[in-house]
């Protein structure tokens, strides 16, 4: 039984996958920070799916892009998990996650992840058949760049994550090829972090507890504004 975590938005997501069947998922948009939330929420699902804890034997979780307060509180929880039961535990980044959502879509599939003050992480995913294919790695650039970019593929392109509601306006206007994911598939999900977390965990690849970190592709502001009151100087 695989417990899968994702809280790298505002969106709270967890799930259960056990034998290529997704047993439970709960997700949920609220107000109440992961702090708040995630363990009651881990635990309200394993009492309403009648799983015990000692059943679960792997854990994957989203390691980002995407919001660092989110990631850091997922990661933890995950890790003390994974240690505290002495299972294995595999990290997935946000974009491909996302992509997950979309298994077998015909359009190539763009996550975008809020990266704030008009930027975007991005990516560029393809389904061929059963296997996803990353067609451009996770960058940063502002909305419009990215759209001018996917343009030249003259190809369906359907948008997802946080950063994609964002801009959904600008998405929408500015090509007839380019189109939103359905509400179900357009934000992160726990149980497509399972999947791509299962697939690897099935192809004999698990990260290290101790040293599995987030992906934040970026410095926070509070790092930023260090350097700047310290003259440059590394606040690590």
Not at 48 to 58: E, W, Y
Not at 64 to 79: D, Q, V
Request: net charge neutral; charged share 20%.
């Amino acid at each position: 039984m695989l417990l899968a975590i994702e809280t790298s938005s505002l969106v709270s997501s967890v799930a259960l996958l056990h034998n290529d069947t997704l047993r439970a998922e709960l997700t949920i948009q609220a107000k109440l920070t992961h702090s708040e939330q995630l363990m009651p929420h881990i635990a309200d699902m394993l009492d309403k799916a009648s799983v015990p804890k000692n059943t679960i034997d792997s854990i994957a979780v989203a390691i980002g892009p995407g919001s660092f307060t989110g990631l850091r509180i997922g990661l933890a929880t995950a890790k003390g998990l994974a240690y505290a039961w002495n299972i294995p535990i595999v990290g997935v980044s946000t974009p491909e996650s996302l992509a997950w959502n979309s298994i077998g879509c015909a359009d190539l599939i763009c996550p975008l992840i809020d990266a704030q003050k008009g930027n975007v992480y991005f990516s560029l995913y393809e389904w061929q058949g059963t296997q996803l294919i990353e067609r451009l790695p996770i960058g940063i650039k502002n909305v419009e760049d990215v759209l001018i970019m996917l343009e030249k593929y003259d190809r369906p392109v359907s948008f997802c994550g946080d950063g994609a509601l964002l801009a959904r306006r600008a998405i929408e206007q500015r090509n007839c090829l380019f189109r939103m994911a359905p509400p179900t598939m357009v934000i992160p999900r726990a149980g497509s972090v399972a999947l791509a977390g299962a697939l690897r965990l099935a192809e004999g690849s698990a990260d290290d507890c101790m040293s599995l970190t987030p992906s934040y592709k970026r410095r926070s502001e509070a790092e930023v504004l260090w350097e700047k009151r310290h003259g440059g100087q590394s606040c690590l």
